[in-house]
């Protein structure tokens, strides 16, 4: 076999997606299950799924439909930001699930070259994202060490102290990997700070109707803020793959270079997605917010399943479907630990490592039904019990 041309560095130096590395890790481990991938166990609405049914006979279906999304959808999303979010002046764009929305929006907002922050533990996607487009300076922000909240005196500083200015800064909110809720008041700040300094601000709100404890969602509005959102989780359409970008409608010139991506990548979500997402929006949040509140007896078994770790070690979990975890000093290792757990104890997490924290782990409890999620927490509890009484045996 010849030897094939050299591949773009782009690639070579872009991270490989935590899920295909611990697929790799755990190969093997007999029925392991898993609170590792982000997902959610229900399906989209019946009368959502029965309407598309009978749709996909419809010429217009297997067309192509305009870049920046089909009008029924557009127009519904506008009247949900205003009414939900309370955003008023944004435009929206519809696109292939929230993580296309993200690298949309470095590819119209960024060069190679350019610095950007975000906070650990962060997203790997999003990071992963910068590292793809060339983006080689991607300053990671400290998460408060009690709350895991982005530190905000050190990105005032950062921001004005970084020449060129950082282009861009990210947070997820509530946070993935970390499940931790930005409070309103630090969400404004931060967006003064990245207003006063020049800089972008891009907030991923995917997990907007997932919040807990009475606690209550909100968005940032301004002329230097992008919200990412995503029907993924909320709906249940994780494969259906429709998220969409809210953007300042003044700014006329982001809208129109979003489109020259959009066009190149998807030309435009998929049509039959794009109805389903119309007509789930039409169930309301209400029907989100019905199945987000069975997740938190799952919270609560796997936050049980975590105590031997003691309750300083755990973090999050105000919002989102993770909580987060410090191992015991010693497992810096943490991408061990995790093939260890898969096949000694047959459950699945994701290190922390890739999300810039070495020695955590990220337990999901979105996917399961109640009796699984026990199932899965009580061999959690176990390996936690055995690692802290004989290690990794």
Known sequence: MGSCGKLAKRALETDMPVMVQIQQLIRGAKNAVSLAQGVVHWQPPKQALDKVKDLVWDPSISRYGADEGITELRE???KKLQHENKLCKSSVMVTAGANQAF?????TLCDAGDSVVMFAPYYFNAYMSFQMTGITNILVGPGQPNTLYPDADWLEKTLSETKPTPKLVTVVNPGNPSGTYVPEPLLKRISDICREAGSWLVVDNTYEYFMYDDLKHSCVEGNHVVNIFSFSKAYGMMGWRVGYIAYPSEAEELGTQLLKVQDNIPICASILSQHLALYSLEMGPEWVVERVKGLVKNREIVLKALSPLGEESVKGGEGAIYLWAKLPDKYVDDFEFV?????????????????GCPGNIRISFGGLLEDACKEAAERLRRGLEELLRDGMV
């Open 76 to 78: 519904a999303l506008v």
């Open 103 to 107: 690298v949309n929006l470095v590819l």
């Open 339 to 355: 093939r260890w757990l898969a096949h000694k104890h047959g459950v699945v997490v994701i290190p922390g490592s890739a999300c």
